[in-house]
């Protein structure tokens, strides 16, 4: 490892920079590639959503970032390596120096460092990278799609590193990367733009009140964060297609209102068709509801497809997961395994194989 690192340096007309010592970067730098919904300071970059994430390319021989402590867990692809997983907690101080990639062979190298577990409480944070000496960074590839995944924890990837369904839930279980909407957007290829919580509904949260609660997705999705932040900028992501995978929490417990429900998810699609109007929407139904809640979410999602094909829109699909399959095991609190988030992901791959033509 080498004893000294140096701060990357200003950036000047969109050309590869050349590092030198105790200058930092931009963060607002174009070299770098932020996936998800970021809020760019000048001094630090906010996220909270799992799977966002930053890339960049450069050469030289090492790479590192400043991160915030105590908030979370991050993915690490270093070109075709095999991915590791980094954790902030545990750390006094402000921020911690990980090392990403070091004694780099010459040539360019390509490195994604992405949030695997759900912000909204540890409001994590990215303050710097460091580079060797003599570093330049290049321009990041661009990938082949964009898909925006809506959902709960599922989509999040909640407990998909335990084996027990009598644990709860732990941020060191949760890895966005090992989930469907990971997987899938890997292997297509695919920027995704996250917007999902753990425990979230259409209408009423987990366990929330017949009425409805006060805070389900709707309420947060035209915000950067969850948590009070400014109004997200939706110009700046234009996806092929939308994933709604929601429901699940809102039936999850006892005296759900069908009526609420329908009403609910058919405004919040009118509401996705208005700020993308050329994508293709797809309403999925998850894979942990069983007999009449299950039966009761495919009625619902299948009532508000058919009164949006009856209205003349063209753009708009269902898709339901295969049922939890107990030889597969379970994650934490009965949620997807592993090997049940990769046949969840087979199965939305073939789907959109036949629908996007990818």
Request: aromatic share 14%; net charge positive; glycine share 8%.
């Amino acid at each position: 490892m080498k004893k000294f690192f140096y701060l990357l340096c200003v950036f000047l007309l969109g050309v590869a920079a050349q590092a030198s010592s105790a200058e930092y970067i931009a963060l607002n730098n174009p070299f770098l590639k932020y996936e998800g919904r970021v809020l760019v300071n000048k001094d630090s970059v906010s996220f909270c959503y799992p799977g966002t994430a930053v890339r960049v390319a450069f050469t030289g021989s090492s790479i590192a970032v400043d991160l915030k402590n105590n908030a979370g867990y991050y993915w690490v692809e270093v070109d075709n390596k095999k991915p590791f997983k980094i954790c902030t907690h545990g750390k006094k101080g402000r921020s911690s120096i990980y090392m990403l990639a070091d004694s780099l062979d010459a040539g360019v190298h390509n490195v994604q460092l992405t949030l695997v577990n759900e912000g909204l409480f540890s409001r994590p944070q990215l303050y710097r990278f460091v580079f060797a000496d003599s570093s330049k960074l290049m321009n990041v590839r661009m990938k082949k799609h964009r898909i925006e995944f809506i959902g709960n924890s599922m989509t999040c990837g909640y407990g998909v590193e335990d084996n027990s369904e009598f644990h709860g839930f732990a941020d060191s279980t949760e890895n966005f990367a090992l989930a469907y909407a990971g997987l899938v957007s890997r292997r297509f290829d695919a920027e995704p733009m996250v917007v999902a919580r753990s425990g979230i509904g259409i209408y009423r949260n987990y366990a929330g009140p017949r009425r409805g609660s006060f805070n389900p997705l709707p309420s947060f999705y035209d915000r950067t964060f969850i948590f009070g932040s400014p109004a997200w900028n939706f110009s700046s992501f234009s996806p092929e297609l939308v994933c709604i995978c929601l429901g699940t929490n809102d039936l999850s417990a006892a005296r759900y209102s069908m009526r609420l429900f329908h009403m609910a998810y058919f405004h919040f699609v009118e509401h996705v068709r208005s700020i993308y109007p050329g994508a293709k929407i797809v309403l999925i139904s998850g894979s942990m509801l069983t007999g009449k809640r299950l039966h009761d979410q495919r009625i619902l999602l299948n009532g508000v497809y058919q009164r949006l094909k009856d209205m003349g829109v063209d753009n708009i699909y269902r898709f339901d997961f295969s049922p939890l399959d107990p030889s597969l095991g379970y994650g934490a609190d009965y949620h997807p395994s592993i090997r049940q988030q990769r046949v969840m992901a087979d199965e939305l791959t073939r789907f959109i194989e036949t629908t996007m033509g990818w």
